[in-house]
């Protein structure tokens, strides 16, 4: 099976610009999440959708961060304008749950971000 | 709230060796506890899932614990290579939002030829 796609794999911008990430979950899976991860830091979680609904937005930046599930498939996360600490690996990932109720993330290879 | 320590935050030791990685989290009352290996620029692969109700998990040369009632897990990595070379992060679900991750900052190992 095909594993989480995220594009684009890097991205440099300068402090205020806009910035956009996709990802693309594996097919059948209802739970998406986006983590941040600073270097040297382990990822944070910054949203979870459950199909085209969020479940949990705490800790995401909602002056400058947005995110959208359109369709309950493929998630964009955007921020604007950017800062120069949100340099990260932004991290997606998607989940089941097996007949036995445990859950397993799988994780894309992520969009690092470099903000000058 | 959650809080997911890792120790030792780097280690090196020479191929062949046996070793240990260690986890501690504050809130006993969670699902499971994963084991993440992270490659320079990639993304996350679970190595081992074990479950609440579980004491261990093994898989090749792998073997973790859990200890829930004092917050600990460990890593056991036998006969290390270099290819083990890795960060590998602890992760702990969040019981306020369903199976949200709790990840510890990873302990960077490097296994020398």
């Known amino acids: 099976e095909a594993g989480v796609a995220q594009s684009p794999r890097y991205k440099i911008i300068e402090k205020r610009q806009s910035v956009a990430f996709w990802c693309n979950p594996i097919?059948?899976?209802?739970?998406l999440y986006w983590y941040q991860q600073i270097l040297g830091q382990g990822p944070k979680l910054l949203i979870q959708?459950?199909?085209?609904?969020?479940?949990?937005d705490s800790q995401l930046p909602k002056d400058r961060f947005s995110a959208e599930r359109l369709k309950g498939v493929d998630s964009t996360l955007k921020i604007q304008p950017a800062k120069l600490e949100d340099s990260a690996v932004y991290l997606c990932a998607s989940s089941r749950v097996d007949g036995g109720g445990a859950e397993t993330q799988y994780f894309g290879p992520g969009t690092r971000l470099l903000v000058l | 709230k959650q809080e997911v320590t890792q120790i030792p935050a780097a280690l090196s030791v020479p191929e062949g060796e046996n070793l240990v990685l260690n986890c501690s989290f504050t809130d006993s009352a969670i699902y499971n506890l994963q084991w993440f290996r992270q490659d320079p620029g990639k993304g996350l692969t679970s190595l081992l899932l074990?479950?609440?109700?579980?004491r261990e998990q093994t898989s090749g040369r792998l073997n973790a614990s859990l200890d829930k009632s004092s917050g600990r897990s460990t890593l056991y990595i036998a006969a290390s290579q270099p290819g083990d070379s890795a960060t590998y992060l602890c992760?702990?679900?969040?019981?306020?939002?369903?199976?949200?991750?709790?990840f510890g900052k990873g302990t960077s190992l490097l296994v020398t030829p």
């Open positions: 097919s059948g899976h209802a739970t």
């Open positions: 074990i479950q609440s109700s579980q």
């Open positions: 992760a702990v679900p969040n019981s306020n939002s369903g199976y949200a991750l709790n």
């Open positions: 959708f459950q199909n085209n609904g969020v479940v949990d």
